[in-house]
Each structure stands twice: as C-alpha cells, then as structure tokens.
C-alpha cells in the first residue's frame, strides 16, 4: 500500500488551543478564540442563578399534648393533625410512652403532637361537645374542606362508631352503609362491643366470635385495616375489619342479612 495514502489530516492549531483550554465537555461552549482569550470567558448570570436557588426557611413545627381517646390510632391522630412524616413519626416521637407496640394506645395515654397548626388543634380538641368556631375569611379551593375533616370528632356511642367507621372505610375504598352495618351489628351483638359467643363451633375450636360484627381472631386479623387499633374489641376496628372481609366475600356487608 503507498505510503501517505491514509494519513491523518493535520489538526488546526487555533481549535486544538481550544480543547485545552477547556475541561471535559466546557470546550464546547468556548468560542473559537484562542486559549487566553477562552479561559477568561465569564459566565453572564451565574449570580441571578444562584440567588434563584436558595431555598425559603421552612416554618418550625409546634408541639401539643394529645390525650388518646377511646378508638383512637396513631394513624388517625396523625392524619388529623397533618403530622410530618404520619404516624412513623408520632410513633417514634412518642415510642418511650407508647412502647414496643404501635398498634396499642390506650384512653388516657398523653402524646405529643408534632404540627404546624398547633393553636387551632388546641381549641378544636378542648371538649368534644364543642362546636368549631366559623371563620371570618372564606378559605380558597379544598383547603377548607381538609381543614374540617382533620379536626372531625364522634360521639362515643354506636352511632360514632358506625360514621367513624364509614369514614374510613371510604378513604380505604371499603363499600358499605350505614344502614346495612346498623343492621348486622344489632343482629350480631345487639350493640355490645364486648359481646364474645363463648358457646358456638367458633368458640369450640378456640376461636370464639368477638365485638360489635362478632369477629373471630383470624378474620379480624386477615382483614385489620391499617389505622385501626388491633384490638377486635375495639368497635371502630371491629366494624372496618367485619366490612372488609364482608366487602371480600359478598359484595359489601349491605349484603349480608344473617351469619356471615
């Protein structure tokens, strides 16, 4: 093969300047110059960029002192007062009070609320007979809304339960009504949320039917709904988790009309 044929083309010396003045891609975007000219190039708004950049000092979250009511989980005194970091962090803000156990709070237990609304969470919670205050100003959009929901107490009696319950379950997509718990709690338990059947083939194998929907352990504990206490006595547990495995096997618990 003659000699030269192939031969690299030699490079023009202003672009190769160029590349070394550089580093990695930077090259790129230096106008063909020359070194000493390129490497003085400035960049135009460095400045405006990084004042853009930094960030606005987050508001400081206040702290209250919550005392668990009957029903109550860490889930939902969570959700209602929009704590950071959900119930994780109420639970390990509060883990040498409530113990190893998460899913056990107890009526009386005192704990300590982490959220940036600690002022209206106060008066809201003072007395569950209270009524909340109307507000001068209209809030804008949905805002309102979450605002009301998050403060929502129930009645501690059978009828609290249910819409406790129901509220919920629409959050989880659990169907069921109010009439059609109403109706299976009365045939079940007559209302009792410490009713147990000590005498049926559940409780002869060891398993008997407890609560409001009269669940035995297993089913409670298959279909628990996370938030709820995971004590099937408790009658907002035992409500959902009935509804849910209702909700599995027939359609929803509006459809059950005896045993289940």
């Not at 504990?221 to 547990?237: F, I, L, M, N, R």
Request: net charge positive; charged share 20%; proline share 7%.
């Amino acid at each position: 093969m003659p000699r030269g044929k192939h031969r690299r083309p030699r490079s023009n010396q202003l672009t190769r300047r160029v590349v070394a003045a550089g580093t990695g891609g930077a090259a790129l975007t230096l106008p063909l110059l020359g070194a000493t000219q390129a490497s003085a190039a400035q960049p135009a708004q460095s400045a405006p960029a990084a004042a853009q950049s930094v960030p606005q000092a987050a508001q400081p979250a206040k702290s209250l002192t919550y005392t668990v009511a009957k029903g109550d989980s860490l889930y939902r005194i969570a959700e209602k007062y929009d704590v950071s970091g959900g119930w994780k962090q109420l639970y390990r803000d509060n883990r040498a009070t409530v113990g190893d156990d998460p899913k056990l709070i107890h009526p009386g237990l005192k704990l300590k609320v982490k959220t940036a609304k600690a002022d209206a969470a106060k008066k809201k919670t003072a007395t569950k007979s209270s009524a909340p205050a109307k507000s001068a100003a209209k809030p804008a959009g949905g805002v309102a809304e979450a605002t009301q929901a998050s403060a929502k107490t129930y009645a501690d009696n059978l009828d609290g339960w249910i819409r406790e319950a129901l509220d919920i379950m629409a959050q989880k997509g659990i169907p069921g009504s109010y009439d059609g718990i109403y109706r299976n709690i009365m045939r079940e338990s007559s209302g009792n949320p410490q009713a147990i059947n000590n005498w049926d083939s559940n409780a002869a194998k060891g398993t008997p039917s407890k609560g409001l929907l009269q669940t035995i352990d297993p089913t409670f504990q298959a279909y628990h709904v996370d938030g709820t206490s995971w004590d099937p006595y408790d009658p907002v547990a035992n409500i959902t988790a009935a509804c849910n495995y209702a909700a599995d096997r027939y359609g929803s618990i509006d459809n059950v009309n005896g045993p289940y």
